[in-house]
């Protein structure tokens, strides 16, 4: 394949390392911390995970390690949506391996969890890693969303791992996918299989973070080219003078892509979601707010202007939570299936007004039809 000066530059392009790493990992010695412990609910978590739960902190301090080394075999899956850097991870995982002994293996499991379960893998190579390297995208061995939960699929694991001698697996991927690895890692532990399950934090929401993890990879990255894009089209209405933009950005639940965006744009509007949960504020609060700002705007001559609004912002409002609520119950069981048999939306709407209170109706009524339809 003939590559592009750019290309090449692209592949070799030497990320920057932490001053703990960049000499290996005969310089490198653990320290062991307090316990660890979670935020709330300390007991239900200690009660749900009792072999893993208030495992000492560990940190790596510079020194000389004295630990004898063994051969590693490691298993690498990516989890759950991409995000930029998730090749550089696997890539960074492999040098690493490698660099300390050269009979270390990595294997991938392909397609996500469900390659775990499936046994569906390659060994990496060098050849193979360094098409990779400064790569975007999943597709080195792609991704998948299947959920591990379940005690059988837990000992379809455990074989596997058996099977090729895994000595770890590291799970790259969001907070659900932390939660299956703490999960898998609980479940190894109970059974002594001497497997350690590591997370890698992942994911361009922002929203899996604490005073260890200052930010997950990928957020960077995906705001700067959110913002890029934000930035062309605040130009773009600064120049025509006759449009107002309203632009959805991802972050799931959270509010953090809008905010940072914001931070880096200075839009007109941003909405937070975790603001109108503070202020509890109403969806016609929500829409009057926006209004006012649209009209103020008018009438100082600039019938213009850019908004963002995050894509969770909805599940903040207190009533639409309500109205969420009411449809599931709503729709619980078999009512799904007779509410889906009804010939026309007529009908369906008269579904809805009898099995919702009078508040949660008001709400829905507010509704553009085709918004409420999907909520359906």
Request: some cysteine; aromatic content about 8%.
């Amino acid at each position: 394949m003939n590559l592009s000066p750019l290309q090449k530059a692209r592949y070799e392009y030497q990320p920057k390392l932490p001053g703990m790493l960049r000499n290996g990992i005969a310089d490198i010695c653990v320290k062991e911390g307090e316990a660890t412990q979670s935020v709330a609910d300390q007991d239900k978590i200690k009660a749900l995970f009792p072999n893993t739960y208030g495992k000492k902190e560990i940190t790596f301090v510079k020194g000389a390690n004295t630990s004898k080394a063994k051969k590693q075999v490691v298993g690498v899956i990516l989890s759950g949506g991409q995000a930029p850097g998730g090749h550089n991870v696997v890539c960074g995982l492999y040098d690493a391996l490698k660099a300390t002994d050269k009979n270390n293996v990595l294997l991938g499991f392909k397609g996500g969890p469900s390659g775990l379960l499936e046994d569906s893998y390659i060994e990496f190579t060098d050849d193979f890693i360094n098409q990779y390297r400064n790569t975007g995208g999943f597709d080195i061995i792609g991704s998948g969303r299947t959920k591990l939960e379940t005690k059988e699929q837990f000992a379809v694991v455990e074989e596997v791992a058996k099977k090729h001698g895994l000595t770890a697996i590291v799970i790259i991927g969001g907070d659900d996918s932390n939660t299956n690895a703490a999960v898998l890692a609980e479940y190894m532990a109970a059974k002594n299989t001497g497997v350690q399950v590591i997370g890698c934090p992942k994911t361009i929401d922002g929203d899996l973070k604490n005073e260890d993890i200052e930010a997950s990879f990928g957020f960077d990255t995906a705001t700067k080219t959110y913002s890029e894009l934000i930035g062309n089209i605040e130009r773009d209405a600064n120049s025509a003078k006759k449009y107002w933009h309203f632009i959805k950005v991802m972050g799931r639940s959270a509010s953090h892509v809008a905010l940072e965006c914001a931070l880096e744009t200075q839009p007109n509007i941003c909405l937070i979601g975790e603001e109108v949960a503070a202020k509890k504020m109403s969806l016609a609060q929500i829409t009057n707010y926006i209004a006012d700002a649209v009209e103020t705007r008018g009438n100082n001559g600039e019938n213009f202007g850019v908004a963002i609004i995050p894509e969770g912002i909805v599940e903040f409002v207190p009533e639409f939570s309500t109205l969420i609520k009411e449809i599931n119950e709503l729709l619980a069981g078999s009512k799904t299936d007779e509410f889906n048999a009804l010939p026309d939306w007529a009908a369906k709407y008269a579904f809805i007004k009898n099995g919702l209170t009078a508040e949660s109706l008001k709400v829905f009524d507010i509704l553009p039809e085709e918004i409420g339809k999907q909520l359906f």
